[in-house]
């Protein structure tokens, strides 16, 4: 199963290759990887949100990623990323059904937030739009109610009391399609380090069935 993953991979990314050479104005920066996998990922994980680190961080949550070698999800901890321009924010990456298959759609920054599946992964992230902060001129601005925040450090701070304190944590996500099951994973706390595009061009490359 290994060695097919592995066969197809490469022989997707050497077609890639070969579109990229063909297209004026294509560059491989505009390209990222996505996967596709036969069966759900697992229930997202309630967790506790860490102190923000300073001003201008903004938060991205955790999410599941794949593990082509050991063919099953691992989670990803979400983090503090200092913003790449003022102005950006985060729009998350989510799993999504994509007709025959579970589809990953990249994370990435940009000057306002995108769709990212209707998933709640909380702390302001709450299925739509981004509930969590604002930027103002240069400067960004915490809500206290839904992030951690140390208040004699970073002064930049409101409460905006329509979002319900209970909301701060992520919702357990359940996906539930015919036919397919979801597994836990076996590799919880492991780390992983994201890329972060700032564009969403996401092409499907990678497909693995169980």
């Keep these: 199963m290994r060695l097919a993953n592995s066969i197809h991979l490469l ?17 491989p920066a505009q390209v990222s990887i996505a996967i596709s996998v036969g069966f759900a990922p697992p229930e997202l994980p309630v967790y506790a949100q860490p102190i923000c680190p300073g001003q201008g961080y903004i938060w991205t949550p955790g999410y599941w990623a794949w593990d082509a070698d050991d063919e099953d999800y691992y989670w990803v901890p979400g983090t503090w990323v200092l913003a790449p321009e003022v102005g950006f924010l985060w729009t998350p990456g989510y799993w999504g059904w994509g007709g025959s298959s579970f589809v990953f759609y990249e994370g990435y920054w940009g000057p306002r937030i995108g769709f990212y599946g209707g998933v709640n992964y909380g702390y302001g992230y709450f299925g739509r739009g981004y509930e969590g902060g604002r930027w103002d001129g240069e400067h960004f601005y915490y809500n206290r109610t839904v992030n951690n925040i140390n208040v004699t450090e970073i002064h930049n701070v409101y409460r905006r009391k329509k979002v319900a304190s209970t909301l701060r944590r992520p919702t357990v996500l359940r996906i539930i399609q015919t036919g397919h099951r979801t597994l836990g994973a076996r590799k919880i706390t492991r780390s992983l380090r994201r890329t972060m595009p700032t564009s969403p061009t996401t092409f499907t490359l990678v497909t693995c069935q169980r």
């Design 11 to 27: 022989v997707a990314v050497m077609a890639m290759l070969m579109l990229i050479s063909v297209l004026p104005g294509f560059t």
